[in-house]
């Protein structure tokens, strides 16, 4: 006699059915909202006289950003992962690169509890080394994290990550795709760790090559070593140093500089941090008229927590011989060669 379900069994069956694929796999929607309201001074009027402006901006802690993380059991401990990561603006609701839709990352791989190997366009391993050091982790408002780092991320990256105990590892490489030279557009990089006891300590190298002109092509290296401290459980030190150097492809030093910082971050209650920290760039490289200016940018930070999930935050900051974030004098007004910049605003995380 051939033997069938109970009709009243099919739901049941369904509902293990579901759950068990909801224990092999796992998918995350997430989100930052971050907008503000920023005033800065030294800016250039149409008449060439100096003005100040008033403006909505965003990513003054984060970018905002609408992620999907996603993972998938597949026993003995592996995974395999992915994350399609998009960028807009929240003051104007514009992409935030108009060419590329998952502009903030689009990479999957698989991962064990040591080992991590993923392909697509990623983060950077000096961006990824450098991230909980930096005093502001890369706020707009304000750190000068894009002269740190050069560019934040690589398409058609290769990216394996190694953890053991205290010590952390990575190294990634980006596939130029060129068919006149293996290493034209490429890009490679690759950090060291060590972090426990409230000590992160790192030394990180980066290489941006450019495209190929007649056979030859220009290239970026940073190098850079770094290290915060949790001196008490309120207050954490950070500091570091990053060496860079920009050649044509005719072999000319473009651009030669020293990028240094110090900071410090104060939880000052449960509810309230305080960030401040110190930028200089130090560059080596000469113009027609001598040295280039060496930029200086003073930042003060307060963010206040209204929910685990919205923030609140203000930031003020001054820099010398450059704008805010050390971008260049000719964006300021003419003889202007200090810039100051207040921020007020709000995050929202999803």
């Not at 050091?133 to 706020?139: D, E, K, R, V």
Request: net charge positive.
């Amino acid at each position: 006699m051939k033997k069938t379900i109970p009709q009243r069994m099919l739901p049941l069956l369904a509902l293990t059915f579901c759950t068990y694929a909801a224990a092999q796999s796992q998918l995350t929607i997430y989100g930052i909202i971050d907008t503000n309201i920023e005033y800065l001074d030294s800016q250039p009027k149409a008449d060439g006289g100096k003005g100040t402006l008033l403006r909505m901006n965003n990513s003054g802690l984060q970018g905002p950003r609408l992620g999907f993380r996603g993972s998938e059991d597949l026993g003995g401990g592996l995974k395999a992962i992915f994350t399609l990561e998009h960028g807009f603006n929240s003051d104007t609701g514009t992409q935030a690169d108009a060419n590329k839709f998952f502009n903030r990352g689009a990479f999957l791989g698989l991962e064990s509890r040591q080992h991590r190997v993923t392909l697509g366009r990623q983060y950077t391993s000096i961006f990824d080394a450098l991230l909980f050091i930096s005093p502001l982790a890369y706020s707009g408002a304000y750190e000068p994290f894009s002269p740190l780092l050069g560019n934040l991320r690589n398409d058609n990256a290769l990216k394996y990550r190694f953890n053991v105990d205290a010590i952390q590892a990575q190294a990634h490489y980006a596939f130029g795709e060129q068919t006149t030279s293996k290493s034209a557009n490429a890009a490679w990089g690759g950090f060291v760790s060590y972090v426990k006891s409230g000590l992160n300590a790192t030394i990180t190298v980066d290489q941006q090559n450019g495209a190929d002109v007649k056979g030859a092509h220009p290239r970026s290296r940073k190098l850079a070593t770094a290290a915060s401290y949790q001196l008490v459980p309120a207050l954490r030190l950070s500091g570091g140093y990053r060496w860079g150097e920009n050649k044509t492809e005719t072999g000319v030093t473009a651009l030669r500089d020293d990028f240094w910082w110090v900071g410090a971050n104060y939880q000052l209650s449960t509810t309230l941090v305080l960030n401040a920290a110190y930028y200089q760039n130090n560059v080596k490289t000469r113009n027609g008229a001598g040295n280039q200016p060496t930029p200086k940018q003073m930042t003060v930070q307060a963010i206040y927590a209204l929910s685990r999930r919205t923030n609140l935050y203000a930031a003020a900051a001054h820099v010398r011989s450059a704008g805010v974030n050390f971008s260049a004098l000719s964006t300021l007004s003419a003889g202007s060669r200090n810039q100051s910049g207040i921020s007020l605003g709000v995050r929202h995380r999803f």
